[in-house]
């Protein structure tokens, strides 16, 4: 099989990432990238670290809508750019994975709220799928168009789905306390994320609603079969990869470490890329970085009978371009781990 | 004013720090350092940035005895070495700041509940004074003994203290989420302190209990003047200083974030160290680096009414070194801010 | 004493150490602080910081021709915008630090050449004084215009003072490999400085000619009494300060290190900045990190008859806003020392 | 083909980055790993970030004399130990990457001036072939000893051997100037190497000689086709990862930028690892990342006429594992690139 493969938003982090994969995923061909900032320029001044790929000279956004056969479009634009170009892929034949947040929500209400502006294509609201594979796997394969989550609900929606059944979980006060490295803040000039204002320099940010919020409360409601909230409150790591999520929950259940740790297992029993780790070991997102991998840790505070659930991810790999790919590899029948299993680089 | 000093455990993290505040405090006189390590050399060895203060040779443990006219003794010892030491310096009537864990808690019970031992001097348990000047500033004073907080406590009780009045909160359900560089670790040889290790390598530990969880809980229950238990959980920040408490919690009043800060404004307003941010903008642990500032913010979350208080300091100086010091000038009638007005480093 | 003085450029990385410095100077009021970006706006929105400091509103840099009762104003700008104000400054009797480029060269011609434009005040270039008190000392107590040094070029002239006698070194053929931290960048929004950029991605840069190489061949060819050239690379460090400068050099004379040392050692006897380190250590950007202070060391490679000789500084402070208010400090008769004395922040 | 390797002092860096590589070459069967420190344990508790390769058990050193059907030992022991245990290891038929410094000199005499022992395989050292692909491709193919070359070297001779050809250069002053990142110093426990000491702490090191030198003269001086000496200084990067040499230069031919820059790329054009920069652009170590690339760039300053020549790889890979996959990929007449396509992880 060759898969022909468009990059739009190509010289990004995210976009980066996607093209690392793809360039070495034995079933895909790259037929395109776009960047309106290095566009008629070679891909590698943006990306030294991509020399070794054959060349790729970027092209602006609007040239997409003359390439024959493509088969698969990632979108690696930021939202509302993506709905207005999404609609236009669509009809021209190609299946996307949108990386943006424009699909992710179903109800187009709570985008308003969120983002602060009017879907304008609400028609493929319904038939997007969340792409989180280890949920919506089935769905996935079959659709055409895969809105890819966001790097935080990854990380928690992975720590917190084998437990909201059965009412085991006091819903009504999860606390989520995020850790993310300034990838995920974007490769645009900005004074707040120079190097030196982020070394050593930890800090808290949006604590008054970060936007990747409703997007967790909407597959966390599914999951729980109710109405769930939650407290979200995301941090940002000197570091340049990585997420850790710290979930704070209220167990309406009696059970010990173990039995937890054991119930995770199950649940992850047969997915190929998220482990649970051992006993006595916690994550740590150097554990996972540059891969598409998630390592989630389980703890019972006996004293207060809090419950807290720890999950790392590498947000630009299995939170976003890896997740991607995964996604890719599904809609497209093969097995969902090529081209994914590169090892993480430790140290 | 000259005052005559020991720094016990001089060549550790924390011993520095002392040296470095001390060494350009206007009444202090170092008198004695000590460093088994680095016995009969002179301290520039550990540590080369200390070269431009006047020659001092470290002396093993022991020959603190022998010395004359020390006034006052800081303490940058192992816990259980503290408080084998503490009762000689005393005895020959030098005052005391100690900065391990040793005298910090009222009950030996509890001591031996979470540091594995039994207290070895529970005659002095009474007399020491909790020298967190914010809430203890008249004991301090008079003190024999203070007992330095942790650098964890320190955070956790300047942003709680002024809500824990009035059943303002609900103190069944506290979450601590701490963030802490990796100073705090201490000077060791150790494999999961290498830079290799942490660089990239954002991670939790001690996630089923740490040793400063009875610290906070007995100083909160005093404010709350009722029993508190909260669950406390520290991660390790690829970064050598700052500490980042970010405090989870429900309140039981309705109020509005501009009251919550005027709340904490209110109860800081003649506080020479801590400082409430403005609204809109929230702490960074690079505020405050190499000072005894902390600096401290407040949010609510309208959706879930979660409040949240997040503060930050320099846990080598007002986590350590630094309150140390402020103790000490307490102790001795100065001005609590003489020596300590450095500014903090950014970046 | 009390000296007056105006910060202009105030919100950039320079701007803040001269107010960090400044505002703990026990001879110094803050009178003016200009920023373009900030105009009305409360300094510590530029700089949390130093919200210790007493509230300082920045100006537009226009307003400081109306200001009354300036001693000393340092000109924190980039160069060209310098060049035009300072003839004003002087016009109004201030005396002026000028921490940009403008007025380092004494040859207008050399100044077009590296600069790409015009001198603008070059009937100022003959009083101009160079602003390193190590060996200008005299000079720049009368001075009405001090030109602050530039970074690299404080660090490798601080090496190679001692050694450009008396033909001991081949003055054609020295090499300078120097190492910056990022902050010399400065505060400017930019792609190239972003954390993901710079973590983990060391890197030559100006390797085809840097700005700072004319200023060095000028002090060295005076120090030498013949023209002088170096190659002159720098590098980008993944930290926020410090310089490391490593010189290779040929001598003409056989010596051993011991010898090489002591030569160094005599010239910075009575220098309360500098200080040759140990034999058998070598000096660290983080031994000097906040502070004043200059650590130099030297090596002969007996194989291969190279001298080596390192230097270290922190590039905000004696490469820049320390400088400046040393500089200062002669200006006015004080102790050069006032004010600078903090020790270095370690780790 | 399917490969059965052992990994000799698997827990290391060099041994984990072995396994990273080797656990995803898709010729390759890992049949054995050794680690004293961890006997009996499970590989995935060194190294939590290799939970996904299937499961190994870490055994003593000694027990690689019981195994059968090896064919190719990685020796990612110390010096000595190592060639202690290569010449039974070549008894039991298997063939031996090296990756120690034991079999690189060939020349017993330098061992012992520069290691300061007696080597011990002295009988190998004539069959040893020094294992870098660019220089000694067809030895290698046939070799059944590869001396895996030190990551210095690695870079450094990338850089120049293009160059020592018909007296183009002086090779009577060479100046190599390195900085590497600290996983270069290993995995133990060691205070130098803690995150707080390296942290902000760019120093030199080893400025008296450090022991890649032979090595590298060895090499140049065959391709100079007479004896080279060098003058080599390493320095410490706040980094895990990366080395970047900057070779100061001395030619004997006038040539411009771009003539040198052909010079080079003609050398590497067949080359699948090595790739010579765009004018106007510089290597950096972020380019390189987790990958067994290697980028050169050259400049000449045409004021003082030195060459000055820039090359960047990872330490662990190119420098150490990737080029040992590299090297073993050729003695089994494989494809080189098999398995070490991976491309640099940015950022």
């Given at each position: 099989m060759s898969i022909s493969v468009a990059v739009l938003g190509a010289t990004g982090y995210t976009g980066g990432e996607l093209l690392?994969?793809?360039?070495?995923?034995?079933?895909?061909?790259?037929?395109?990238?776009?960047?309106?900032?290095?566009?008629?320029?070679?891909?590698?001044?943006?990306f030294p670290h991509l020399t070794a790929l054959p060349e790729l000279i970027c092209r602006p956004l609007g040239d997409v809508h003359g390439v024959e056969d493509v088969d698969v479009?990632?979108?690696?634009?930021?939202?509302?750019?993506?709905?207005?170009?999404?609609?236009?892929?669509?009809?021209?034949?190609?299946?996307?994975?949108?990386l943006s947040a424009d699909f992710r929500l179903h109800d187009p209400l709570i985008y308003r709220t969120w983002y602060g502006t009017e879907h304008l294509a609400t028609q493929l609201l319904a038939e997007a799928v969340y792409g989180l594979p280890e949920l919506h796997r089935h769905a996935i394969a079959t659709a055409r168009l895969v809105a890819n989550p966001g790097c935080y609900p990854t990380s928690v929606l992975l720590a917190l789905a084998p437990l909201l059944r059965e009412e085991w979980i006091d819903t009504s006060w999860m606390i989520i306390d995020s850790k993310s490295g300034v990838s995920g803040a974007g490769r645009s000039a900005s004074q707040d994320n120079l190097f030196t204002e982020v070394?050593?320099?930890?800090?808290?940010?949006?604590?008054?609603?970060?936007?990747?919020?409703?997007?967790?409360?909407?597959?966390?409601?599914l999951l729980a079969g109710s109405?769930?909230?939650?407290?979200?409150?995301?941090?940002?790591?000197?570091?340049?990869?990585?997420?850790?999520?710290?979930?704070?929950?209220?167990?309406?259940?009696v059970r010990s470490q173990a039995e937890w740790q054991e119930t995770l297992r199950t649940f992850y029993r047969d997915e190929p890329f998220v482990r649970v780790v051992e006993p006595g070991s916690w994550p740590a997102t150097s554990h996972v970085r540059g891969s598409n991998y998630c390592h989630i840790g389980v703890a019972v505070d006996s004293r207060t009978g809090c419950l807290t659930v720890l999950s790392v991810i590498d947000n630009l790999?299995?939170?976003?371009?890896?997740?991607?790919?995964?996604?890719?590899?599904?809609?497209?029948?093969?097995?969902?781990?090529?081209?994914?299993?590169?090892?993480?680089?430790?140290?």
């Open positions: 690392r994969l793809l360039g070495r995923h034995p079933e895909v061909r790259i037929a395109h990238v776009t960047s309106e900032r290095y566009a008629g320029k070679p891909l590698r001044q943006a479009a990632f979108c690696a634009l930021p939202h509302l750019a993506s709905m207005r170009e999404v609609p236009q892929l669509l009809a021209r034949s190609m299946r996307v994975v949108d070394e050593g320099g930890f800090r808290a940010y949006k604590v008054e609603g970060h936007r990747h919020t409703p997007e967790m409360e909407q597959e966390l409601s109405d769930v909230r939650i407290r979200f409150v995301p941090h940002l790591l000197p570091q340049s990869r990585g997420i850790l999520s710290t979930c704070h929950l209220r167990p309406r259940v790999v299995k939170g976003a371009a890896g997740q991607a790919v995964q996604n890719m590899n599904l809609m497209f029948g093969m097995d969902e781990r090529t081209g994914l299993e590169q090892l993480p680089l430790f140290p």
